[in-house]
């Protein structure tokens, strides 16, 4: 919900589901009735993702909750260093976001609400971020007040199959530029409903993060117009809300509320990104 940095939690529960797997390596191309509208997010729907620098995050939808009168669901993803909790309308529009990680906390609220995505994507899709940002953070300093335009132009760059850790999917390229500049690329799969991998360039254009998705399960594994399951483990353990809640207590004590969908990370934080939700 990311990659896309991308997108830290408090769970009410996570039911106990059956895993219906599919077979390694094998291809799921994106149909024309699966493109015709968003992924649906569900409560209890859980992604595991690896970073360049070595951490590892579970992303979980917490919860559904009114968003000002209108309906959200909680995207919150943990890792040992930070956490990244977004509300999002059900098309994937980010509201407001809450990041923390050791030394900081963000709580940011956009608007308009950031459209993360142009649904249904296709190849040559173009549309622009365009939000204003207010912002209350908290550091070792005090608490500050900040109001920023937040402007981002993204593209679908193209439609691949990709390999990870969590299987081989038919992705979207979806290409993000902040002042002309290439800052992240996402392959977004329909049948994962989240990030498959996302990186982020520098001003030269090299890599300066990047994610993959290790392994993911749905609450409630609809089948896919061709059959296939929509679950995918890949030899790691199942999530539990023990995993969640503990890491969630790393950063439990700190309260704050933070940046989304360009950066679903610390040091640009994913607003209009991602990821997380990456």
């Known amino acids: 919900m990311t990659g896309n940095r991308r997108t830290s939690l408090?769970?009410?529960?996570?039911?106990?589901?059956?895993l219906v797997g599919i077979l390694p390596g094998a291809?799921?191309?994106?149909s024309a009735s699966e493109s015709s509208a968003y992924p649906v997010l569900n409560v209890g729907d859980s992604w595991r993702f690896s970073y360049a620098a070595g951490e590892n995050s579970v992303e979980t939808i917490a919860r559904s909750e009114s968003c000002g009168g209108l309906q959200c669901v909680v995207d919150a993803e943990?890792?040992?260093?930070?956490?990244?909790?977004?509300?999002?309308?059900?098309?994937?529009?980010?509201?407001?976001?809450?990041?923390?990680?050791?030394?900081?906390?963000?709580?940011?609220?956009?608007?308009?609400?950031?459209?993360?995505?142009?649904?249904?994507l296709a190849t040559g899709k173009q549309w622009t971020i365009n939000s204003t940002i207010t912002e209350v953070s908290k550091d070792s300093s005090g608490t500050h007040y900040s109001t920023f335009m937040l402007l981002r132009t993204r593209q679908v760059a193209s439609e691949t199959s990709l390999t990870v850790p969590a299987g081989t999917f038919?992705?979207?390229?979806?290409?993000?530029?902040?002042?002309?500049?290439?800052?992240?690329r996402r392959w977004l799969s329909y049948q994962a409903k989240d990030i498959v991998r996302w990186e982020q360039y520098g001003s030269s254009g090299q890599i300066t993060d990047s994610s993959?998705?290790?392994?993911?399960?749905?609450?409630?594994?609809?089948?896919?117009?061709?059959?296939?399951?929509?679950?995918?483990?890949?030899?790691?353990?199942?999530i539990t809300i023990f995993e969640?809640?503990?890491?969630?207590?790393?950063?439990?004590?700190?309260?704050?509320?933070?940046?989304?969908?360009?950066?679903?990370?610390r040091s640009s934080k994913r607003a209009g990104s991602q990821n997380p939700p990456y």
């Open 10 to 18: 408090l769970v009410s529960a996570l039911l106990t589901v059956s």
């Open 27 to 30: 291809v799921h191309l994106i």
């Open 78 to 120: 943990v890792s040992a260093q930070w956490s990244d909790v977004v509300w999002r309308l059900p098309d994937w529009t980010i509201v407001k976001e809450n990041y923390t990680d050791s030394t900081s906390s963000y709580f940011d609220t956009y608007s308009p609400p950031v459209r993360s995505y142009d649904w249904p």
């Open 170 to 184: 038919n992705t979207f390229v979806v290409e993000e530029y902040k002042q002309g500049s290439l800052h992240t």
């Open 212 to 238: 993959v998705l290790q392994s993911y399960r749905f609450l409630n594994d609809t089948p896919l117009p061709d059959g296939t399951s929509t679950n995918k483990i890949l030899g790691l353990s199942p």
């Open 244 to 265: 969640v809640i503990g890491s969630a207590l790393t950063i439990a004590t700190v309260i704050a509320i933070s940046a989304v969908v360009i950066e679903r990370r």
